[in-house]
């Protein structure tokens, strides 16, 4: 059993001694950004150390690891976020509760919110100008947004620019982001969108959570961000819940009961008293079946 947040060990550990790791003062450290970056600013109100910034050395908290461990840990790593919008007060509100907050503090993933104003470099902290060619609204302009991105770019950062016209965000999105990024930056627009040499010449992928029109993009940040954090290792208490629910094997979940085994006249179905753990799985599965064939049958084709 594993008493720590450090899922992500090295391979080949075989062999190795067992080992006690404790993490001190670095845990609450702050990230290391670039010197001309404004990340720290009085927007940035979270400020959570990469798993890397680890120290056996440290001396509070002391966590045991029933794991076996090389002598020393050299490739510990947990996946880095920044989001940028003119809101960051939104996603770390959004984020900075229950199971997201507990995956920051336990070092599982660091989380940056930042306000693009922070590199404005006029003194109205200007962001947005009207668009060319006519129309409604304001459009997010280039500078600030160069500045920004440029600052906090690393060679594996990937950039994600939320947009309802992007590809649509879906679980096996996630779960491919999960498995494979180490450092996403998250742009968010507002007003009407944003300039598109932004888009252009910045964003790796243009990503949508659903065909509706939002006021601004933290917010759906914030849901791609929740659904990619729970699926990293040691997120969620029991890392079967990510593999037992929705979308995973093409379809819906099924009902969920809890005590009583009746309210108001309303039984918890036979089933699932019965013990019979095999013949649970199966009813299970077959009412997610059944559940996704009248609510969405298009999962089933
Ligand atoms: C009012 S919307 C702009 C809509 C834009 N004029 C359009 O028609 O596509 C402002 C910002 O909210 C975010 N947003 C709105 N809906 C979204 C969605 N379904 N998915 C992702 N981001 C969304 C985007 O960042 C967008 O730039």
Request: proline content about 7%; hydrophobic content about 40%.
């Amino acid at each position: 059993m594993i008493h720590a947040p450090i899922l992500v060990l090295p391979p080949n550990t075989a062999g190795c001694k067992p080992a006690l790791l404790s993490f001190g003062d670095s845990h609450r450290s702050h990230e290391s950004y670039p010197s001309h970056s404004p990340a720290r600013s009085r927007h940035a109100t979270h400020s959570f150390p990469r798993a890397s910034s680890f120290s056996p050395a440290s001396t509070i908290g002391a966590f045991r690891l029933d794991v076996p461990l090389p002598d020393a840990i050299s490739s510990v790593t947990a996946m880095r976020i920044d989001i940028l919008s003119l809101f960051p007060q939104i996603t770390d509100a959004m984020l900075g509760e229950s199971i997201m907050k507990r995956a920051q503090e336990n070092g599982l993933f660091s989380l940056q919110s930042h306000n693009i104003r922070d590199w404005s470099q006029d003194k109205h902290r200007t962001v947005d100008d009207a668009p060319y060619g006519g129309g409604q609204g304001m459009v997010i302009k280039c500078d600030p947004v160069f500045a920004a991105i440029e600052s906090l770019k690393t060679p594996e950062s990937r950039v994600i620019f939320m947009s309802p016209s992007g590809k649509r965000f879906t679980q096996g999105v996630a779960r491919e982001y999960a498995d494979t990024q180490k450092h996403l930056i998250i742009l968010c627009g507002h007003y009407e969108g944003i300039d598109q040499r932004i888009i252009d010449h910045l964003v790796d992928e243009e990503l949508s959570i659903g065909d509706y029109v939002l006021t601004n993009g933290a917010l759906a940040a914030a849901v791609v961000v929740d659904a990619i954090v729970r699926l990293l290792p040691g997120v969620l208490g029991h890392d079967l819940s990510a593999v037992e629910e929705s979308f995973v094997s093409g379809h819906l979940e099924g009902p969920q009961f809890t005590r009583p085994p009746e309210f108001r006249g309303w039984k918890v179905p036979d089933i699932l008293l019965s013990g019979n753990h095999g013949a649970i799985a199966k009813w299970r599965k077959e009412q997610g079946l059944e559940k996704t064939r009248q609510v969405r049958p298009d999962l089933l084709t």
